[in-house]
């Protein structure tokens, strides 16, 4: 059967397992579209309990760091390889696509040469969460959907729920954050300096579609970025230099919604070491990174 776009997903261990079941079960909703589905899975000796859940639907790639360490990017590369489609699509497990036309939309928007990179993204904030996935595990995905309503400055919440998210300038960046999270902000200075760990982007910077080969082309993404911080922002960068690349966050049809958590594995000197990164990799400009990455890739 020809497979018209791979979905590849990358997870540590069994961090946010609970949530990448709905996030499949949100693929599996989509209609009149091919896929394959293939979550890369990093240093879990006896592999995720998707095998037995999905059984054949999901290819799992699992594979161990010799470093120990969590490295998104090299496990989206990983899965990358395995790809069958013509398009590949990245996600994260915690992004859910609540349009079952989603990917058939985006396999008729995209044109030759052409990058779609992220998509709008609603939030439903940590603490609504395990009411979600309770609903989800006990009724399905269609009904916990149903469940929620979508709100002003991109909240996703339960109609009784008194949430507010307030959208924060920072950085020439839009951030959305809960009014209490802001409150705090503004009256304890110690949070200061801590604005990409508290706030989340009103765009999933890593929902990224295009062609397989030409996203190969490039390198991929690079492994130089421990954890999860800017390898999306430097894959975006590479294919600006030989792509066209459209943001598609003005467009509700290609919205998203993020499930959060806690980011226990992220932290501001994490963040700067890898802006770091990325802004000597510009100074050398994309053609040396590009060269760089392939020869890793």
């Given at each position: 059967m020809q497979i018209?776009?791979?979905i590849v997903i990358p997870i540590f261990g069994t961090v946010h397992t609970e949530r990448l079941f709905a996030?499949?079960?949100s693929l599996l909703l989509q209609t009149n579209?091919?896929?394959e589905i293939i979550v890369s899975e990093q240093s879990i000796k006896d592999g995720l309990p998707l095998k037995k859940r999905f059984s054949s639907i999901v290819h799992i790639v699992s594979h161990v760091d010799k470093e120990g360490e969590y490295n998104a990017g090299v496990a989206r590369n990983i899965g990358m390889k395995h790809a069958n489609g013509e398009y590949v699509y990245f996600n994260d497990a915690d992004i859910i696509f609540f349009d079952p036309t989603y990917l058939h939309r985006l396999l008729q928007a995209i044109k030759p040469n052409e990058i779609l990179i992220r998509p709008r993204m609603w939030r439903m904030v940590m603490g609504e969460v395990p009411r979600f996935l309770h609903i989800y595990e006990s009724k399905g995905l269609k009904v916990a959907l149903s469940s929620v309503v979508y709100k002003?400055?991109?909240?996703v919440s339960f109609p009784d729920s008194t949430v507010q998210l307030e959208?924060?300038?920072?950085?020439?960046?839009?951030f959305s954050a809960t009014a209490q999270q802001l409150q705090e902000y503004k009256i304890n200075p110690t949070l200061h300096g801590q604005e990409n760990l508290?706030?989340?982007?009103?765009?999933?910077?890593?929902?990224?579609?295009?062609n397989k080969e030409a996203i190969e082309s490039i390198g991929g993404y690079s492994s130089r970025y421990p954890v999860c911080v800017y390898e999306d922002s430097d894959l975006q960068w590479k294919l600006r230099s030989r792509f066209d690349i459209q943001e598609?966050?003005?467009?509700?049809?290609?919205?998203?919604m993020h499930l959060d958590h806690?980011?226990?594995?992220?932290?501001?000197?994490?963040e700067d070491t890898n802006k770091k990164i990325f802004e000597q990799r510009k100074i050398g400009g994309a053609d040396l990174a590009i060269k760089q990455d392939l020869l890793v890739c």
């Amino acid at each position: 059967m020809q497979i018209d776009i791979s979905i590849v997903i990358p997870i540590f261990g069994t961090v946010h397992t609970e949530r990448l079941f709905a996030v499949i079960d949100s693929l599996l909703l989509q209609t009149n579209v091919s896929l394959e589905i293939i979550v890369s899975e990093q240093s879990i000796k006896d592999g995720l309990p998707l095998k037995k859940r999905f059984s054949s639907i999901v290819h799992i790639v699992s594979h161990v760091d010799k470093e120990g360490e969590y490295n998104a990017g090299v496990a989206r590369n990983i899965g990358m390889k395995h790809a069958n489609g013509e398009y590949v699509y990245f996600n994260d497990a915690d992004i859910i696509f609540f349009d079952p036309t989603y990917l058939h939309r985006l396999l008729q928007a995209i044109k030759p040469n052409e990058i779609l990179i992220r998509p709008r993204m609603w939030r439903m904030v940590m603490g609504e969460v395990p009411r979600f996935l309770h609903i989800y595990e006990s009724k399905g995905l269609k009904v916990a959907l149903s469940s929620v309503v979508y709100k002003e400055n991109y909240l996703v919440s339960f109609p009784d729920s008194t949430v507010q998210l307030e959208l924060v300038e920072f950085h020439e960046k839009v951030f959305s954050a809960t009014a209490q999270q802001l409150q705090e902000y503004k009256i304890n200075p110690t949070l200061h300096g801590q604005e990409n760990l508290l706030w989340q982007r009103i765009v999933h910077c890593g929902g990224i579609f295009g062609n397989k080969e030409a996203i190969e082309s490039i390198g991929g993404y690079s492994s130089r970025y421990p954890v999860c911080v800017y390898e999306d922002s430097d894959l975006q960068w590479k294919l600006r230099s030989r792509f066209d690349i459209q943001e598609i966050h003005e467009d509700d049809l290609y919205a998203v919604m993020h499930l959060d958590h806690e980011l226990p594995y992220r932290s501001m000197l994490q963040e700067d070491t890898n802006k770091k990164i990325f802004e000597q990799r510009k100074i050398g400009g994309a053609d040396l990174a590009i060269k760089q990455d392939l020869l890793v890739c």
